[in-house]
């Protein structure tokens, strides 16, 4: 703490460093104590002196053999750069334009009898392979997910929507990472409000480390401090393309697997890629289940607390003799009873997702079964809570978006405290502190509880439901997409 | 204190907003006590009468939408009467604003003491409920005008909870008359006084008008609105007859939760705890506008109309509001028996501006074109 204020911060001139004219010299010095970084000498048939500079680790060896080694030892031109193909040669490149190259993955390639530099793009594209989503498992439908490879990603959108309306603006954001982010979406459907806002935010991220689409969708976030999410992150192309197709705007970040998707409200988030899949009967019922799941691990807890504590009369006879049966030995209030519970089953649920895959099977099975049982037999839970609760734990999984699941957790903690004090009155007061909150929240500038309130009725039909496709004629009205209609041709 | 936009105006709510909003405001506290006020069977005609002649209102509100000083807000009043008057005006609406808040949370406060919490000092009941208002209008009032179709989709259903009662086996078409009054007397004037100011409210969304988008047909929102309102009075006064017969009816201070209070479903007996929660949203929503509009008045009246809202402001006025209420509840509310004199007041002054607003501005607007 002493040394606060010693350090000193290093401030170069903006125009001084993107000034600095290039020498063989600057740049050897730049390259100082990198054990990967490349100065070769090579010698052309005509006698002369090629310079190659690059870094090893990033670039594709098998390429830089094939397109600057071989025809460099073939050529017989005069001018030795002509015989590279794909070759740059910028009127001037200053220091940090070649820099900037190098670390992109480029070869710089310096003629020292014409005293010229250029540069070549020998990016190594090579990483994982196209797998099938984890996080967004479907049973029908397509099984690809995006990679930590931009340019695949785009690409796998590209297969699914190959129109030239679909554009994309690229971007570099984070001054250490000089990560790449690509905005995409169709000209002529989306709204060009949503774009403006979109770009001016991404230009406005002003932070050194952006190693993840989450990050930068912290710093686009319309609001800070709250639990909702107000970026969709996805890892399926489809769910992008879709996102697209009615006029949302999709975000890829060069290195993370997760894809952008705004602006989006609070239903959204129940939104699972199989409702489009399934008969739309089913996928009604299906999503309807999800929000009663969600409502159901947010209230059941606190309810039973709730009720335990100020309104045994609301309890019908049969049941609270059960209740009290099963509570007469515990030696903790209702409300600490279902706190540390909880705090177990969180505990839990977080263990079984850090570690592998079969040891978390195994913590499942001993956390559900081994702890609950001897929590019960122990006296510090009853049965009836323990079924709560683990009722509650599986609802909370039917979320489709972990992060609104992780959300979930933190309200029922607050709904908790306030059952425990107010009873069912502090539920609804919390429930209702919720809704305002989520009424004042934005994605984008667009109200995240549309198109419930601002009301649009037409949306209604894939909001609660989701109703047959034939029926949905119109993009959703809460979009103001700029080509309204779905149909190509006018029935 | 940092500066705070609650006046800020991003966007322009349809006539869907305005029938949402008109029908909630005219149910508030005055709902819940109504059956006790009417007691005679033939009050469903005035009910339908009284509702009848509120469309006169609405309809004199509506034109007062569709001028071309509605949009104008503050500017529009100053235009049509000057702003002396306008101050005038502010003033004497905060006296109207604030019995209506209080009305409306002593209310809703003592029926929480009644059914769920008897044991509970009723201030911090006040405070709680004060305290989720001053967020809600923090908010800025677009948010809170926004709200109102969730305060709708929570509440509005709850009316299908009384529909079990015109079927019970108790209930019988004999409970219904007589249709026709066999003596006027000054108790029935009274009760067409109450119906008449258990409709107002919709006078106060003058003020909310540059918010609306007047382009819409705003005439028949309302009357949406209203016809709403005059079928859901009805429909809880014919089954509160049902349920208690026209001579118990008098003897309950809060008829309509004690009607619910006998319903149950096999997992909650006591339904009526549900009800007066849910009934909470109802409550903050109009209770929020109430502030903004309080905070309003209370900037015109000192001459500050055109400066920036402030945090310390608004938290000024909302304090302000909680002391006023926690004191009435001490004085007034908590000692009154069979003579509520806020209550009484409230009566009147809803009659009074439900009568004179709408009047006062349609007058107002015809005398400007004429000249």
Not at chain 1, 133 to 149: H, P, Q, R, V, W
Not at chain 2, 5 to 13: A, C, Q, V
Request: proline share 4%.
């Amino acid at each position: 703490m002493f040394w606060k204020g010693t350090s000193t911060s290093v401030r170069i001139s903006t125009e001084q460093a993107q000034h600095t004219p290039i020498t063989l010299e600057v740049i050897r010095e730049r390259l100082g104590n990198m054990e990967d970084a490349e100065i070769i000498e090579h010698q052309t048939p005509n006698v002369s002196t090629i310079i190659l500079v690059y870094i090893r680790t990033l670039i594709d060896n098998e390429r830089l053999n094939e397109s600057v080694i071989q025809p460099l030892r073939n050529c017989s031109n005069e001018n030795q750069l002509e015989c590279i193909s794909a070759t740059n040669i910028p009127g001037t490149l200053t220091v940090e334009e070649a820099e900037k190259q190098l670390m992109l993955g480029s070869i710089l390639i310096f003629d020292t009898d014409e005293n010229q530099w250029c540069s070549v793009n020998l990016k190594d594209s090579s990483g994982r392979a196209i797998e099938t989503s984890e996080t967004e498992t479907i049973l029908y439908g397509a099984k690809d997910s995006f990679t930590e490879n931009i340019e695949q990603n785009i690409a796998l959108i590209r297969r699914r929507l190959p129109i030239t309306t679909l554009k994309t603006e690229k971007f570099t954001v984070g001054s250490l990472t000089e990560t790449n982010v690509v905005l995409m979406y169709i000209e002529g459907i989306t709204n060009t409000k949503f774009i403006t806002i979109a770009r001016e935010k991404i230009k406005n991220v002003n932070f050194d480390q952006i190693l993840d689409s989450s990050q930068l969708a912290a710093f686009m976030e319309d609001h800070t401090h709250t639990v909702f999410p107000q970026f969709q992150q996805t890892d399926r192309p489809d769910v992008c393309a879709f996102a697209l197709g009615v006029g949302k705007l999709v975000i890829l970040v060069d290195n993370t697997p997760f894809a952008l998707n705004a602006p989006i409200t609070f239903f959204h988030l129940f939104q699972s890629p199989e409702d489009y899949i399934n008969r739309w009967i089913v996928a009604s019922f299906l999503r309807i289940i999800r929000y009663l799941s969600f409502m159901f691990s947010l209230l059941m807890i606190p309810l039973y607390v709730a009720l335990t504590t100020h309104h045994y009369q609301m309890i019908p006879l049969q049941i609270l003799f059960v209740l009290v049966d099963t509570r007469s030995q515990l030696p903790l209030s209702p409300f600490w009873e279902s706190l540390i519970m909880l705090v177990t089953i969180e505990i839990i649920k977080e263990a079984s997702l850090r570690m592998p895959t079969k040891s978390g099977q195994t913590l499942g099975v001993i956390g559900g079964i081994v702890v609950g049982q001897a929590a019960v037999e122990a006296g510090f839970a009853s049965q009836v809570l323990i079924v709560l609760v683990g009722i509650s734990a599986i609802a909370s999984f039917l979320v489709p978006n972990y992060l609104m699941s992780k959300a979930n957790t933190l309200i029922q903690f607050i709904l908790l405290i306030l059952a425990s004090y107010l009873g069912v009155m502090g539920i609804f007061m919390g429930i209702l502190l919720l809704f305002v909150h989520m009424n004042a929240l934005t994605s984008l500038k667009q109200p995240y509880l549309v198109p419930v309130t601002p009301f649009y009725g037409k949306d209604w039909l894939d909001l609660f439901i989701r109703g047959p496709l034939q029926w949905m004629k119109t993009r959703p009205e809460a979009l103001h997409p700029l080509q309204k209609w779905r149909y190509s041709r006018r029935r | 204190m940092t500066e705070l936009s609650l006046f800020e105006k991003t966007s322009s709510y349809d006539g869907v907003y305005m029938t949402l909003m008109v029908n909630r405001i005219q149910m508030l506290y005055f709902a819940i006590i109504m059956p006790v006020f009417l007691i005679y069977p033939y009050m469903i005609w005035m009910i339908i009468i009284v509702g009848g002649l509120s469309q006169v209102s609405i309809f004199m509100l509506s034109k007062w939408f569709t001028s071309k000083y509605a949009s104008k807000g503050y500017e529009g009043f100053v235009d049509l009467f000057g702003e002396r008057m306008v101050r005038l005006l502010s003033f004497i609406g905060i006296g109207f604003i604030l019995l209506k808040v209080t009305v409306i949370t002593l209310g809703y406060v003592e029926v929480v003491q009644h059914f769920i919490f008897p044991a509970v000092n009723t201030n911090w009941m006040i405070l709680f409920i004060l305290l989720i208002c001053w967020y809600v209008a923090s908010l800025g009032m677009n948010s809170t005008i926004r709200f109102i179709v969730i305060a709708f989709l929570f509440t509005a259903p709850m009316l299908l909870l009384l529909l079990k009662f015109p079927f019970q086996p108790f209930a019988t078409i004999h409970d219904l008359f007589p249709l026709i009054p066999y003596e006027w007397t000054m108790k029935s004037w009274k009760s067409v006084l109450f119906i008449w100011s258990a409709l107002s409210g919709p006078e106060y969304l003058v003020l909310l008008a540059p918010w609306f988008n007047t382009r819409e047909k705003i005439l028949k929102y309302m009357t949406i609105g209203n016809t709403f309102t005059v079928f859901e009075y009805l429909f809880i006064f014919i089954a509160s007859l049902f349920f208690f017969g026209s001579h118990y009816l008098g003897e309950n201070k809060l008829p309509v939760v004690e009607m619910i209070r006998y319903l149950n479903f096999p997992v909650f007996e006591r339904i009526d705890i549900i009800f007066i929660s849910v009934y909470l949203f109802h409550f903050v929503f109009a209770i929020s506008i109430f502030l903004l509009l309080f905070y309003g008045a209370i900037r015109i009246t000192l001459k500050k109309s055109k400066v920036q809202t402030t945090r310390l402001g608004f938290a000024l006025c909302c304090s302000t509001i909680i002391l006023c209420l926690m004191i009435l509840n001490e004085m007034l509310w908590k000692k009154a028996t069979n003579q509520n004199i806020l209550l009484e007041l409230a009566i009147w002054a809803g009659a009074l501006t439900y009568l004179f607003v709408p009047l006062f501005l349609f007058l107002s607007l015809k005398r400007k074109v004429r000249d």
